[in-house]
């Protein structure tokens, strides 16, 4: 038996999808590309729950890379000593907001090589940025997206770079926008790492490891 879902089977998983949540939106709260950003680079092993409780007083008082500069270091901690890692995630903001002025004119840049060279921000991060900010066709493959996507045999891959590249030539273009977030969303609510919903899982028919 295959590993991997057909083509019809793939359609099928992503208009099923489609139906239940037409147009899905990232859990993290953001204004502009560089909130976003910011919220990515600081979601890096932390709940979005948890970067949105921190970022919704930190944004009212500084929500552009001159304001975060302005804070320092040290007056960034405060704002995200709850998110775990949050040292190393306040340099690395204070680095992407020097470099965004220094480089890019304050701006948030368009390219996947740009983003990339700031301070924190990896292949995922960059491919969230231009998927929610700008609806490119990425693939951002977190924690979910490589544990889920070969169990229901959407992609094959044990890395998120092979996960990435299968599941782009394996989704319809028709889905490709939102296609990340359908599969966070299952991944997150209902095909859990521990105790998996399979019960109330609206693919279960068609996942090749679905738990009976």
């Not at 008082?61 to 320092?72: F, N, S, W």
């Not at 020097?98 to 304050?106: A, M, P, R, V, Y």
């Not at 921000?121 to 544990?147: F, I, Q, S, Y």
């Not at 299952?186 to 693919?203: L, N, Q």
């Amino acid at each position: 038996m295959s590993n991997l879902l057909s083509r019809e089977q793939i359609i099928e998983v992503f208009s099923r999808f489609k139906a239940q949540n037409e147009n899905p939106k990232s859990e993290l709260e953001w204004t502009s590309p560089f909130t976003l950003l910011v919220s990515v680079v600081l979601s890096a092993q932390a709940t979005d729950k948890s970067v949105n409780i921190a970022t919704r007083e930190l944004y009212k008082v500084a929500d552009t890379p001159q304001k975060i500069l302005d804070l320092g270091e040290d007056g960034l901690i405060p704002y995200i000593k709850s998110i775990g890692l949050y040292k190393s995630k306040a340099k690395h903001v204070i680095g992407l907001c020097q470099k965004l002025i220094s480089d890019f004119g304050g701006q948030v840049p368009r390219s996947r090589e740009d983003l990339m060279s700031l301070p924190g921000v990896g292949r995922k991060t960059a491919n969230v940025v231009l998927n929610v900010v700008w609806g490119e066709h990425t693939m951002p493959v977190d924690t979910h997206l490589l544990r889920i996507a070969p169990k229901i045999g959407l992609a094959e891959g044990d890395t998120p770079e092979k996960v990435e590249k299968s599941l782009l030539e394996r989704v319809p273009d028709e889905f490709m926008e939102h296609a990340h977030h359908w599969l966070i969303l299952h991944g997150r609510y209902v095909c859990t790492a521990r105790s998996p919903k399979c019960g109330i899982c609206i693919i279960s028919d068609i996942c090749l490891n679905r738990e009976l």
